[in-house]
């Protein structure tokens, strides 16, 4: 059975997954959910939860996915398969949150495309984990409001709100500072070599470097050089052709 992935192209998680799929050169069936129609909370989308017995949780998600929803649809998220996107089906196994899908696919899949883990070289695999670590703990979190103001606000009928792009902005640059001081001395992340580390951070980059706020990766040489380095590898420049925010 080929792996089956939920989501839509234009979502920066769907994005990441696809990104570490076409990766590992892997064949796979993309089912697309309109997150515009709100078909992330309707049957058939939604009628597996049943199937797996979980229970719906709620929780903030403004900064885990930018849709094109109101305040109050933001703040639902289904904590069981199917809920939400992206989901991946890999036979009678769903993995969903995708970090954990491009963790899973990587290491189940690790002699398989490209190597995204370092898997053969503990050192090095243990660098992979802290850079992805970092990307989920320091640069996400300061480059979401910036996305969210850019692409969601308008969406919702609201100005982006400069003040908070400003903050965000400042926090980022903090994180780019240390990632200009780490890529002066290794080409990427983790080291000498692309990694899943680098991956992650592919879809809230594009977006941004789609703004005004650009200037800050453009500004810092070595996080610049590395940006378009990373952003050129055909498995990206596939999934990119999709993401079209904001876009039917």
Known sequence: MALKLYGAPM????????????????????VLVDLF???????????????????????????????PFTI???????????????ALEDDDLTVFESRAITSYVAEKFKETGYDLTRHQNIKEAALVK????????QFHPAIAPIIFQFFVAPLQGNSPDQTIIDA??????????IYEAKLTSTKYLAGDFYSLA?????????????????????ERPHVKAWWEDIST????????????????
């Open 11 to 30: 979502s920066t998680c769907t994005s990441r997954v696809l990104t570490c799929l076409h990766e590992k050169d892997l064949d796979f069936e993309l």
């Open 37 to 67: 129609a709100g078909e992330h909370k309707q049957p058939p989308f939604l009628a597996k939860k049943c199937k797996h017995q979980i229970f719906i949780l709620f929780c903030v998600c403004i900064y885990q996915i930018p849709f």
């Open 72 to 86: 109050n649809e933001l703040y639902f998220i289904c904590v069981q398969p199917f809920g939400q996107i992206p």
């Open 130 to 137: 802290v850079w992805t670590e970092v990307e989920s703990q």
């Open 168 to 177: 965000n902005l400042e926090k980022l640059g903090k994180v780019l500072d």
């Open 198 to 218: 680098d991956l992650h951070h592919l879809p809230y980059a594009y977006y941004l470097m789609k703004t005004p706020a650009a200037s800050v990766v453009n």
């Open 233 to 248: 590898r055909p498995a990206f420049k596939k999934v990119a052709e999709g993401m079209n925010f904001g876009e039917k």
